[in-house]
């Protein structure tokens, strides 16, 4: 018997008019974006599905030559040359949006470059880290990572995770402010001229603000708006940003609703504004159709084909299903995969029948 997995949704809804939304609902401050650090390592003690040297690519020949010249990187690249117990590996490293410190621990992820067939079992021996693989005896080292590599997909193998396995050797901060100002980057669901022009406004008529000059906030484009900041405030810039982050926006442009989708877990949050116009689908097995209730007081509703939704309503029973949470409703009664949820959502986005909008996320 076919494995039906569950259909994973959210609801949650818009904030409306009444609710308090602050500059921090619709923007991030430039700066916060992670950085990434990696090296390349040897994951040695695999049970013969690791590197087959005489199959090795150009590209990881020159890696090795590399590796054995610089010394630097690895504690054994011998034994690479020998066996299939070993497997070359990127070793990549993400320093959160805000941040770290040296010393900080974190997890990194190991990435078969040579011929393994799988790095289950295997153990990273010690890789020196830096922002670039273009690495020699003058790079700085920015972390070190080690320890056992754990395997989280099993479709993907040669893909891997060393949990609290890099040490960083070197703080990683971020620069909020440049050439005294601070950059607000907006929200891409929100990126429009109206709200950026509105939350500059709404900096410049706050309390906080306005003795500082006649208008220390600017909006520069649909995506940024800067802000000046007082030189008082060099010595500490969290405080200043806390301060604008604060700030309340009246009647802020209107919230497009939105379908949020994370394909790979099977995930969908819907915005409960999210609306569907009348149309009908058909996949795989599925037959539905979304059209106008017979019911004035509710315009819209989702009438399923394949179950017996059709049959109560035709029998006159007020069975009402609003906007696309309708969809996902019926789409239940059929025990219908997240995968088919997706499949039909990306049809009837491309159809432009979903009022709202469709972002994938990972």
């Known amino acids: 018997m076919k494995h039906i997995l569950p259909l994973l949704i959210f609801l949650f809804a818009c904030g409306s008019a009444a609710a308090q939304l602050r500059v921090e609902h619709f923007v991030r401050i430039k700066g916060q974006e992670t950085t990434t650090i990696r090296g390349i390592g040897i994951v040695s003690g695999l049970p013969g599905t690791g590197d087959d040297p005489k199959g090795y690519t150009p590209a990881a020949q020159a890696i090795m030559r590399s590796l054995a010249r610089s010394g630097m990187f690895t504690s054994d690249t011998k034994g690479v040359n020998a066996t299939k117990n070993n497997a070359l590996v990127e070793v990549i490293v993400t320093i959160p949006k805000n941040g770290a410190r040296n010393g900080d621990i974190l997890d990194c992820t190991v990435a078969s470059i040579g011929n393994a067939k799988s790095l289950s079992g295997g153990v990273l021996s010690s890789t020196m ?36 396995g890099c040490r960083l050797y070197a703080d990683f901060d971020n620069p909020y402010i440049q050439h005294g ?27 906080e603000f306005q003795s500082l000059s006649l208008a220390p906030a600017k909006a520069i484009n649909s995506n940024y708006v800067i802000v000046e900041v007082p030189t008082t405030d060099y010595g500490d810039p969290m405080d200043f940003i806390a301060r604008i982050m604060d700030v309340e926006i009246m009647n802020p442009p209107s919230v497009v609703p939105r379908v949020m989708i994370n394909e790979r877990t099977g995930t969908i949050a819907i915005d409960v504004d999210v609306e569907v116009k009348p149309t009908l ?10 059209s106008p209730a017979p019911d004035e007081e509710f315009p819209r509703q989702f009438i399923d084909i394949d179950t017996d939704t059709k049959f109560r309503q035709m029998s006159g029973e007020n069975v009402t299903n609003m906007k696309l949470r309708a969809l996902q409703a019926s789409l239940d009664e059929v025990r219908a995969t997240p995968q088919d949820m997706i499949d039909i959502i990306k049809i009837l986005n491309e159809q432009g029948a979903i009022v709202g909008d469709v972002v994938f996320v990972d």
């Open 129 to 164: 880290l830096a922002t670039s693989l273009q690495q020699d005896e003058n790079t700085p080292v920015l972390g070190q990572a080690a320890g056992r590599v754990t395997i989280e997909q099993t479709e993907t193998p040669t893909v891997g995770r060393v949990v609290n």
């Open 181 to 207: 100002l601070v950059t607000l980057v907006i929200k891409k669901e929100h990126a429009r001229p109206n709200m950026a022009l509105r939350i500059a406004e709404a900096i410049n008529q706050d309390t």
């Open 281 to 290: 689908i058909s996949h795989r097995n599925i037959i539905a159709e979304i």
